[in-house]
């Protein structure tokens, strides 16, 4: 997939802030996981919602146990939905690419992935501390 522009991101973040909140949006928590690759010192961060943290990381292991995950961060949130679309439209242009891949150990074609520096990781946990969603 060709990588969207910079200018494209933002017009779509600030059209998806614009739009009322979906009467099936909810409470509940958005995070990102960490999946290292060390073959060539990238990581992989997944950015997700769900209503229930901890019965959704279990789901993860359960449906993909060979990859090993680190919650990097969490946050409670009163529209879960609408903050993981723009939680995921700000990755991508903070990202060095978002790979839509099948998973080899699950087969699905995963679309909240993005490619990270090893190193700037730390920088994009402060960063998401600070951002209001």
């Known amino acids: 997939m060709v990588r969207r522009g910079t200018n494209d991101l933002w ?13 099936s949006d909810g409470k509940g ?13 990238a ?10 943290l901890k019965k959704r990381l279990a789901q993860h292991d359960q449906k993909c146990p060979q990859v090993i995950r680190e ?8 529209c879960r939905r609408r ?11 903070l990202s060095l690419d978002r790979p839509r891949n ?8 995963h679309i909240e992935l993005f490619t990270f520096s090893a190193s700037e ?3 994009l946990v402060r960063r998401l501390k600070r951002m209001a969603f």
Do not use: F, Q
């Open 11 to 23: 017009d779509l973040i600030s059209r998806r802030e614009s739009r009322p909140v979906s009467k």
């Open 102 to 109: 099948v998973c080899l150990t699950c087969g699905t074609r």
């Open 71 to 78: 919650v990097l961060w969490y946050r409670k949130v009163t």
């Open 29 to 41: 928590y958005v995070y990102l996981l960490r999946e290292r690759n060390v073959a060539n010192n």
């Open 43 to 52: 990581t992989i961060v997944k950015a997700g919602m769900t209503k229930n």
């Open 121 to 123: 990781i730390p920088r």
């Open 83 to 93: 903050t993981e679309a723009l939680l995921h439209l700000h990755l991508e242009i």
